[in-house]
């Protein structure tokens, strides 16, 4: 009997996966639309902060693109990350090697020939095809995994930022640019990096924002971005 109820219950877990996965991979932009330039200057200065600092970030984590050309959301697959909140832990890194890495492999580091295998080097409807494999095996993992949107946050941190679970922030997230503006600023407020975006320093806020293994180039990236948004707006 009890080996029947552990079927059973087996079998409904999977189904209420699939029915969560469904719901994430159907999920669409709202037809709202996209802020421009000068709403995020006006944002940037509402924050007293220089609208160049704020440009240089919207820059440099997603272009100004908050959805990608299906109108799902633009996310960046952290294998390291799902590994790591599987149940149990690194449960998936023999049997998917191409969705577990037991640490950080930076894209840079993989050779060229190669790079076409790592997240980073995928497109949109391919790192979505990655997450939704992880999430048919872990759901909480699997939306754990991701960086979303305009701001690229991770969805392991969704609970520090005041949500339920990844799948809450990513359903405000949906709801439009002003739901993926409330998690940058949560996200900011609960990393520290408030101060560093206002004053540019630009050094800390990739440790706080971003954490240490980027060597002070996603640093150089946003004081080249600054720079070209401060000669546009000036």
């Known amino acids: 009997m ?45 924050l007293k902060c220089p609208p160049e ?9 997603s272009g100004g693109a908050a959805f990608n050309a299906e109108g799902r959301l633009i996310i960046a697959y952290e294998p390291h990350v799902f590994s790591r909140n599987t149940k149990p832990k690194h449960a998936y890194l023999k049997s998917h090697p191409h969705l577990a890495s037991a640490k950080f492999i930076a894209y840079s580091s993989v050779p060229p020939s190669k790079r076409r295998e790592h997240p980073m080097g995928m497109s949109q409807e391919e790192r979505w095809m990655l997450l939704a494999e992880a999430a048919e095996l872990d759901f909480y993992a699997g939306t754990s995994a991701c960086s979303y949107g305009m701001w690229q946050i991770l969805g392991v941190n969704a609970d520090k930022l005041g949500f339920s679970s990844p799948m809450h922030m990513i359903e405000i997230m949906y709801e439009g640019h002003d739901g993926q503006w409330e998690c940058f600023l949560r996200y900011c407020k609960w990393a520290g990096c408030l101060t560093a975006l206002i004053k540019g320093d630009w050094d800390t806020f990739e440790r706080l924002y971003n954490g240490g293994g980027h060597k002070g180039a ?3 990236k946003l004081a080249h971005h600054q720079s070209e948004a401060r000669r546009r707006i000036s």
């Open 2 to 46: 009890l080996e029947i109820v552990r079927a059973a219950r087996a079998k409904l877990d999977r189904a209420e996966r699939a029915e969560q996965v469904a719901r994430l991979v159907n999920m669409r932009q709202p037809d709202k639309p996209a802020p421009t330039e000068q709403d995020w200057i006006n944002a940037a200065r509402a």
């Open 53 to 61: 600092n704020l440009l240089a970030v919207v820059a440099v984590e």
């Open 218 to 220: 996603y640093a150089r």
